[in-house]
């Protein structure tokens, strides 16, 4: 049976939106199996697997790598004519664009995608976001007085933090990439140079969450909400921030794979991937859950009072490696690999260099609350970004 919902603005009369049947269970039981290419984290996807498989008697097999390695393993097993998984999950929304163009990917016919708001899915259905990733600021609470801790994105230029700055390798990381693709846009291509000139190193994303964790750095820009949240509840001195600029927020997203071995089963997990009891699995491990009736993780701040900057994932996507590594040589530019830092009890005092800061200019509409009051997901600011991919 199919089922119509109404859309548009919830009032009557508005145009009709086809609700998709739910997979069906018993089929994908016969197929008896899930393969899932994944970045998410083993722990948290771990949990995500053994839930789906209690709750539908259906195991998941899981291959986990980064967003680049998962990618080209997929495409390796189509160009073979051998499609390996069931469902692709990467953190980098854009890198659905190629294969989207290709014609690997399905529609996403789930009956839970329609609770997922419209920002964080895209519009011809073929991915959709189980969980927004954030690149926020995070900081040494030990090191930076309160009154020291950098309150705008700007902030990091200043002279105060020169050595004291760690950022992870935009070539190399998904949030960081996106990080400093929005940095760009906010202040421009030289302020992303003066924070090459602060750091201390440019790293691959794991070492620069080390060695901020490990004090070799007062401050860092990039890394992703949910890890520093972690590091936090894990008694390690790390916090995060959220400049006055806003953050980046990243659709975590996956899609349904055209030749799928096991295609109802496929899109049965991705249903439960959008369901409330795995949302919450996700929340509790620091995620933000992409159902505005799922909760926060504890102690984050609600996406919904977030000024939250999007970029234009497509088009990011299709300036290619050119504009990535640009990013990535204007920061390592002057940074300073492998410099100790003093130790001191904090930076408070310190002198701002002289000279006018870049300004923010939005660049098209400013999203608020949904009209209908509860039907959309609510932000406090939902930035859309264009973003200039010329290089020099």
Request: overall charge positive.
């Amino acid at each position: 049976m199919i089922a119509f919902i109404l859309a548009g603005c919830c009032a009557p009369g508005g145009p009709l939106v086809r609700v998709p049947p739910a997979p069906d269970i018993e089929a994908a039981r016969k197929e008896n199996s899930v393969i899932w290419y994944t970045s998410l984290r083993r722990e948290t996807a771990a949990k995500l697997m053994e839930a789906f498989r209690r709750a539908s008697g259906i195991p998941v097999r899981g291959f986990h790598g980064s967003d680049a390695a998962l990618k080209s393993r997929f495409v390796g097993e189509w160009t073979g004519k051998k499609a390996g998984a069931d469902l692709l999950q990467l953190t980098d929304p854009g890198m659905f664009a190629d294969l989207k163009a290709r014609g690997l990917l399905r529609r996403a016919d789930t009956p839970n995608l329609l609770k997922v708001p419209r920002w964080l899915r895209d519009s011809g259905g073929f991915w959709v976001a189980s969980h927004v990733v954030t690149a926020v600021l995070a900081y040494r609470p030990d090191r930076l007085k309160p009154g020291s801790v950098p309150r705008s994105w700007s902030a990091l230029a200043d002279a105060r933090f020169r050595n004291r700055l760690i950022v992870p390798d935009p070539a190399e990381s998904g949030p960081a990439f996106y990080w400093a693709a929005a940095m760009v846009r906010l202040h421009g291509w030289n302020f992303l140079e003066a924070l090459g000139r602060n750091a201390a190193a440019v790293l691959p994303y794991r070492e620069a969450a080390g060695r901020l964790g490990a004090g070799q750095a007062w401050v860092s820009g990039g890394l992703s909400g949910e890890d520093v949240w972690r590091a936090g509840r894990a008694g390690r001195p790390v916090a995060l921030g959220i400049p006055a600029e806003g953050v980046p927020a990243i659709p975590a997203a996956a899609a349904l794979p055209e030749g799928a071995p096991h295609p109802i089963a496929g899109a049965a997990f991705l249903d439960f991937l959008l369901s409330p009891p795995a949302q919450r699995i996700l929340a509790g491990d620091g995620f933000y859950p992409v159902l505005p009736e799922v909760r926060a993780p504890a102690g984050r701040t609600a996406l919904n009072r977030l000024r939250l900057l999007q970029l234009p994932w497509e088009r990011t996507a299709r300036s290619g490696e050119k504009f990535r590594r640009r990013l990535g040589r204007s920061l390592r530019a002057a940074a300073r690999s492998g410099a100790m830092f003093p130790e001191s009890p904090g930076v408070g005092g310190m002198p701002r260099p002289a000279g006018r800061r870049a300004r923010a200019v939005p660049m098209g509409p400013v999203r608020g609350a949904h009209p209908c009051g509860g039907l959309g997901f609510q932000t406090a600011g939902l930035q859309l970004f264009r973003v200039s991919l010329r290089s020099r």
